[in-house]
């Protein structure tokens, strides 16, 4: 069930209206149900696989909540325990919790790498095999994904963890966190909420709000449109130009850049607008998982901006953990003694960068061109970190951070880097993409932009000139964004005024959305991470 | 305090942690500077701080930061 299609949207208008006939107390129940009813319709084979996740976090949370409870009253009733023996105590109880913990990652992580990893596992040590010139290979084995999988798993994890260090209470009541986990707007591309930020409000209930309605009708309107509009036109042409990959070298790999970081970015925007727009026509207020990426200066502020959700998971739970463990802090120390204070400090800051980004690269799919692409972010990050230095003294001499060409100048910068690295989702394999990015400073064919050859990529001069309107109302309405929310100011507005835009996006939407011959309506591109 | 202050200033010399109170809400430090923060404190102090404690509330200012240093030496 896409979430562009009709019978998604007639699923949605059911949930609605049965949401806000159902009483209060007992519409999380209306949810839950109709989240497995998603989850059934489309994926009924792997329904086992969230339920296990599920029910197996549900014990070990509260396993671990228990014993944190105990200790707490056990301190309580021993005031008179010795600093040593309050720590020595302590340290037996983590050991504890870090056992159940260790058991919960490992079975759902395992079960995320079981089913999104084997196979890719496989093919490298065949390769090896091949290499050696050893005979015969292992066969692959036949397992498909779970719908959703790396985001509830994620989700589940950020909640089993938070337990564990004991930043909230565990929920008592397992069909609650069976729809925390499994909540159907969020399932298939998230955001990966917290359990902190989520649960009061999805399940405290709701009474009809006419104004919450309206801005998550809005926000919906407003992902389709990215969707339909723009994501899935610009879909048309990144396809005809990386199928024969040998046909399309030089400036139209530059194309290839630009176009598909417009497309992701359209895509994967429109359809977090629309899971958190309908989170809000029910009340339920999601975190944002975007704030205008292609607005930033610097690679460190794009992913600030970009898949904040994901980010922060990586952030908190692999990259400060790695960072600063024990293990990593010797080898700092370490370092430190032996090359100095400047290149000591550094060590244990790269190195956690790298495997945060080769984390980030896995999770994202079980292909090397991933793995590649998170380390390639990685490095950029760790490059300008090191040119820090030259920024400021650049700056102590240039009196230019604060004028509009240069902060333009950097946007730019920014996109084209982000762009050049987003090449490694597009191309079957990481030397074709090495190579296709090459031949932009080797073949020059400048003439693909007035010779008509752009009209062969199954584009009109009228798509493009769709496309050109869709991404400056894009970057118009960012650029408002940035100093305020522009359905705020919409809705300040007189009723013509608001009915006149509505009416113009729709109409949009529907006369210009990317459909009939030549398009087809796609599966959101996060959908298969 | 003012081997804290060292090390931060060390980092960012341009900053006064004295005063300053918004440390990570309003982007001064990032997630390197907080790691080179804790492995100096580590070294200084002899005082690992878990993951679990890097949250903005003990790092929005030195105080704070002292303050946890405290609460870790003293557990």
């Not at chain 1, 009813?37 to 009924?44: A, E, K, M, Q, T």
């Not at chain 1, 009061?200 to 709701?206: N, P, T, Y």
């Not at chain 1, 992701?264 to 990426?293: H, Q, S, V, W």
């Not at chain 1, 204070?341 to 799919?365: C, E, M, Q």
Request: hydrophobic share 45%; glycine share 6%; proline share 3%.
């Amino acid at each position: 069930m896409l979430f562009t299609s009709y019978s998604f949207l007639l699923f949605v208008i059911t949930v609605f209206i049965s949401y806000y006939l159902t009483p209060k107390k007992y519409q999380w129940i209306l949810l839950l149900c109709a989240s497995y009813l998603f989850y059934g319709l489309v994926s009924i084979d792997y329904l086992g696989y969230i339920i296990v996740t599920t029910v197996s976090t549900y014990f070990i949370s509260l396993k671990i909540h228990k014993i944190n409870e105990n200790k707490k009253s056990y301190l309580i009733d021993h005031k008179d325990f010795s600093r040593k023996e309050r720590k020595n105590y302590k340290k037996k109880i983590k050991k504890q919790t870090k056992s159940y913990l260790t058991f919960g990652i490992l079975l759902n992580f395992g079960l995320l790498g079981a089913t999104k990893y084997t196979n890719f596992i496989i093919g490298n040590i065949n390769s090896i095999i091949t290499t050696l010139g050893t005979n015969g290979t292992l066969s692959f084995i036949d397992i498909a994904m779970p719908m959703g999988i790396s985001f509830y798993t994620f989700k589940t994890m950020s909640y089993l963890l938070d337990i564990y260090r004991e930043k909230h209470d565990a929920e008592e009541n397992l069909f609650k966190l069976a729809l925390f986990v499994s909540f159907f707007p969020q399932l298939v591309q998230g955001p990966i909420s917290r359990y902190n930020d989520l649960s009061k409000s999805l399940f405290e209930g709701h009474k009809y709000n006419y104004a919450t309605v309206r801005h998550g009708i809005q926000r919906i309107v407003w992902g389709f449109f990215k969707k339909v509009v723009i994501a899935d036109r610009i879909l048309v042409a990144v396809k005809a130009m990386i199928v024969t990959p040998d046909d399309y070298k030089g400036f139209y790999v530059l194309l290839v850049m630009l176009f598909y970081t417009y497309q992701l970015y359209a895509d994967f925007t429109g359809g977090i607008d629309i899971t958190i727009g309908i989170g809000e026509t029910l009340g339920i207020k999601m975190a944002e998982n975007f704030k205008r990426p292609y607005l930033s200066r610097s690679i460190k502020e794009f992913w600030r901006r970009w898949h904040i959700t994901m980010g922060t998971w990586f952030k908190d739970y692999v990259f400060y953990p790695v960072s600063v463990s024990p293990w990593m802090l010797n080898i700092s120390k370490k370092s430190r003694k032996k090359f100095g204070k400047a290149i000591g400090k550094r060590v244990p800051v790269y190195i956690s960068t790298l495997i945060v980004w080769f984390a980030t690269g896995l999770w994202h799919g079980a292909h090397w061109n991933f793995i590649v692409w998170g380390l390639m972010n990685g490095i950029v990050i760790i490059i300008s970190f090191e040119f820090e230095p030259s920024y400021k003294w650049f700056h102590s001499k240039f009196d230019v951070k604060n004028k509009l060409s240069f902060k333009v100048f950097q946007i730019i910068r920014t996109i084209l880097l982000m762009s050049a690295i987003r090449l490694f989702d597009v191309y079957q394999n990481v030397p074709l993409t090495f190579k296709m990015f090459g031949t932009i400073f080797t073949e020059f064919n400048f003439n693909i932009f007035y010779d008509g050859s752009l009209l062969q990529l199954g584009l009109t001069i009228g798509d493009y000139l769709i496309l050109l309107i869709g991404l400056i109302v894009l970057y118009s309405i960012s650029i408002y964004q940035e100093t305020g929310s522009f359905r705020v100011y919409l809705n300040s507005r007189p009723q013509q005024v608001r009915y006149a835009v509505y009416s113009l996006v729709i109409v949009f939407i529907i006369v210009f959305g990317a459909y009939g011959v030549g398009f087809d309506s796609t599966q959101f591109i996060y959908n298969q991470f | 305090m003012k081997l804290l202050l060292e090390i931060l200033e060390d980092i960012h010399p341009d900053v006064d942690f004295e005063t300053t109170t918004g440390l990570i809400d309003d982007g001064i430090i990032d997630s390197f500077d907080i790691i080179r923060i804790v492995a100096d404190i580590d070294e200084e102090y002899d005082v690992a701080i878990p993951p679990e404690e890097i949250v903005p509330e003990n790092f929005n200012s030195a105080k704070s930061l002292y303050e946890l240093i405290e609460r870790l030496l003293d557990n």
